[in-house]
């Protein structure tokens, strides 16, 4: 008895404390958001998919120069008149082993070929995850930014709730007019409606997020993050020609020149004769008579050697043209290699100009704050000794809510210029 009495409360605060536990959220962090949205990316799982199969088509080039064994059974029956000349049933397995000798170097070039294949999916692989991580970044810091503008919609609710009170006592004491605190009101109303807007947009920014990272349709995770922080200029630390290098669309068309270049070398094996050599072993059982040399015997076994050696003579210049396209599809990526490096530093000059962009209007979205501040703070002094009226100190309100506004979105864009500085540079962070 005396255990129950002591057993009751423990579950008795277990079960008040149920609650809290179920409804715990989980805490999304930039680190996390860019892992789960790598780990769950359906691209990239068929990228790595596609890397597997180039790997296996690797291994196939690479034993295309080995020896090869084949086997095969071939059964009959024949009727007459044929029956009459050969024996009217049996049964012929063989064996046959055959190893190319010369192929004009198609056989190297494939092997060459394939590991560029290998190559170019797993620098395609890159882009989709440097792809993959800006947006699982910009959608992150969409959430934040979505978070900060509920707060400063609250924070303005209550700033306009204490100046309503103020003007309905002044109104009272027969200090006002009606007309100011209808003005409040008025504001009050369109910041419930900027609250709800708010409220809906890091519904939807979670969705988002939640998709990008593969959380399904959940919203029941928090993000510790905020628009704080180091917000700098940035300067080129690096040439132009060194990021581009670095970049993987450079590399996989790199690679794809290359793996045409080699195809060319296929091409141009097409002129060259061809050696291979075959074994084959072969036996047969049947009727009677089926070995020519024993007419008695029911079977026999025998083997024969070949050797084939094929050279290419005449096509009508099918083989030649076939080379010149491929030259000229060769020289059309080498212009496209160069109009994408020409791209790239665009981009890169635009990511630097943008993110300092950003540095430059979050200082003046700072400065500007905090000068809505001090014209706050001075508004609501001066309504205090009846200096101003309360349309003033709304105004001055207004004026706050919109600096604070600004400096949010300048923080928020400057994280997402930061992503995209990142993947201009061609570096993924995970």
Do not use: C
């Not at 082993?97 to 010369?102: C, G, I, K, R, W």
């Not at 002129?271 to 009677?288: M, N, V």
Request: aromatic share 6%.
């Amino acid at each position: 008895m005396n255990l129950i009495r002591y057993i009751k409360p423990l579950l008795a605060i277990a079960i008040m404390s149920l609650p809290h536990w179920a409804t715990a959220q989980r805490t999304l962090t930039i680190e996390e958001a860019r892992r789960l949205a790598v780990a769950r990316n359906n691209n990239l799982k068929a990228a790595q998919q596609r890397i597997e199969a180039a790997k296996a088509q690797k291994a196939e080039a690479n034993a295309k120069d080995k020896p090869r064994l084949d086997g095969s059974i071939t059964g009959w029956y024949v009727g007459d008149p044929l029956k009459k000349l050969l024996p009217e049933y049996g049964v012929s397995p063989s064996v046959t082993a055959s190893q190319p000798v010369y192929a004009g170097g198609k056989i190297r070039a494939g092997k060459e070929m394939a590991a560029k294949g290998v190559e170019i999916t797993e620098e395609q692989k890159v882009l989709t995850t440097a792809d993959v991580v800006l947006a699982a970044e910009s959608a992150y810091w969409q959430v934040v930014s979505a978070k900060e503008k509920i707060k400063l919609a609250e924070q303005f609710a209550r700033q306009l709730e204490s100046l309503y009170t103020d003007l309905n006592n002044a109104y009272t004491a027969g200090l006002t007019y009606k007309n100011d605190i209808l003005r409040v009101k008025v504001q009050q109303n369109d910041n419930e409606l900027n609250l709800t807007r708010a409220n809906d947009a890091l519904v939807l920014t979670k969705l988002n997020l939640a998709q990008i990272t593969g959380l399904g349709d959940s919203t029941d995770f928090d993000i510790p993050d905020s628009v704080v922080g180091e917000f700098n200029k940035e300067t080129l630390s690096r040439s132009i020609d060194e990021i581009i290098t670095n970049r993987p669309e450079i590399k996989i068309l790199q690679r794809s020149i290359e793996a045409e270049k080699i195809r060319e070398k296929i091409l141009k094996a097409d002129f060259k004769p061809t050696i291979g050599l075959s074994a084959t072993g072969l036996g047969g059982f049947g009727k009677q008579g089926i070995n020519f040399s024993k007419p008695t015997s029911n079977g026999f076994t025998s083997y024969y050697g070949m050797v084939q050696l094929s050279i290419p003579i005449f096509d009508w210049g099918q083989r030649k043209q076939k080379v010149k396209q491929q030259q000229y599809a060769i020289a059309a990526q080498q212009y496209q290699l160069q109009e994408t490096k020409e791209k790239i530093s665009l981009e890169v000059q635009q990511a630097y100009l943008q993110l300092n962009e950003s540095a430059k209007r979050v200082e003046l979205s700072g400065a500007s704050l905090e000068q809505a501040d001090e014209n706050l703070r001075l508004s609501n002094d001066r309504l205090k000794v009846g200096t101003i009226t309360g349309q003033d100190v709304l105004e001055a309100q207004t004026i706050w809510q919109q600096a604070f506004s600004n400096i949010i979105e300048a923080k928020a864009a400057y994280r997402t210029n930061e992503a995209k500085l990142y993947k201009a540079l061609g570096i993924t962070r995970l």
